[in-house]
C-alpha cells in the first residue's frame, strides 16, 4: 500500500462546475500538506499549502485537511478549461526534507 | 528569468550508454532535489542536497551519481543505462532545509532504447 493514495482520474467536469480532488494518506506523522499543479510536459507548481488540520483559501482554490480521517481535499471554484491539468497532493513529516507525493488526479474541464 | 533550469530537456539515447542532466537554480536556496517521474506520473524523490552535503539518497542504484559543485548546481549522472531508466526526471529547489515550498524545473525527459 502506498503512503499517499490518489484518484488517477481522468475527472471530466465543465466549465463553471465546481471540483473536488483528495488524497487519503497512511502515515500520522504527515504535518505539512501541499497540492502541485502540473500542465503537461512542464514541472509541478505550488498551488496550496497547508500546516496541520483546517482549511486554507486562495481565490478560487481551497485545501482542507482534515488529520483525523487522514484525507486531505483540494476544491476549485468556476472551473476554468485553463484548470485542466495533473493535480498531485504532496505531504511531509515536520523536520524531513523529503516530499512524499500521490500519483496525481488527471481533471478535464470543458468548455 | 527561468528559476529551476535543467538541461537537456529531451535525451534519447542507447543503453549501456552514461549520460548527465545538469540544473541550476538562481532562487539562492539551499536545498536542491532530484526526482523521477514514470509512466503514470508517479512522482518520487532520488536525491536531496542541502548547501552542497547529500541529505537524501533513497535507495537509488549506484549508477545514479548526483553531483553538487556548489549550492546552486545539482547534476546527475547516470552509468550504464537501462530500459527501467526512461522516465522524466525533475530538478527541485527550497528555500531552506524542511521549506515546504519547493520550486520545479520543467523536467528533463529520458528514453532508453
Known amino acids: 500500500q502506498k503512503e499517499v493514495e490518489q484518484d488517477p482520474g481522468p475527472l471530466s467536469v465543465p466549465e463553471g462546475a465546481i471540483v473536488s480532488l483528495n488524497c487519503t494518506y497512511s502515515?500520522?506523522?504527515?504535518?505539512?500538506f501541499m497540492w502541485y499543479r502540473q500542465y503537461s510536459r512542464k514541472g509541478p507548481e505550488l498551488l496550496m499549502y497547508?500546516?496541520?488540520?483546517g482549511n486554507k483559501e486562495d481565490g478560487r482554490f481551497t485545501a482542507q485537511v482534515d488529520k483525523s480521517s487522514k484525507y486531505i481535499s483540494l476544491f476549485i471554484r468556476d472551473s476554468q478549461p485553463s484548470d485542466s491539468a495533473t493535480y498531485l497532493c504532496?505531504?511531509?513529516?515536520?523536520?524531513?526534507?523529503?516530499?512524499?507525493f500521490g500519483t496525481g488526479t488527471r481533471l478535464l474541464v470543458s468548455p | 528569468d527561468t528559476a529551476v533550469s535543467q538541461t537537456p530537456k529531451y535525451l534519447v539515447t542507447q543503453m549501456g550508454n552514461d549520460k548527465s542532466i545538469k540544473c541550476e537554480q538562481n532562487?539562492?536556496?539551499?536545498?536542491m532535489y532530484w526526482y523521477k517521474q514514470d509512466s503514470k506520473k508517479f512522482l518520487k524523490i532520488m536525491f536531496s542536497?542541502?548547501?552542497?552535503?547529500?541529505?537524501i539518497n533513497e535507495t537509488v542504484p549506484n549508477r545514479f551519481s548526483p553531483k553538487s559543485p556548489d549550492k546552486a548546481h545539482l547534476n546527475l549522472h547516470i552509468n550504464s543505462l537501462e530500459l527501467g531508466d526512461s522516465a522524466v526526471y525533475f530538478c527541485?529547489?527550497?528555500?531552506?532545509?524542511?521549506?515546504?515550498?519547493?520550486?520545479f524545473g520543467q523536467g528533463t525527459r529520458l528514453t532508453v532504447v
Open positions: 527541485a529547489s527550497s528555500q531552506e532545509q524542511g521549506n515546504t515550498e519547493a520550486f
Open positions: 502515515n500520522s506523522a504527515f504535518q505539512y
Open positions: 497547508t500546516y496541520s488540520s
Open positions: 504532496a505531504m511531509r513529516r515536520t523536520g524531513f526534507q523529503k516530499l512524499v
Open positions: 532562487l539562492g536556496h539551499d536545498t
Open positions: 542536497y542541502n548547501n552542497k552535503e547529500l541529505i
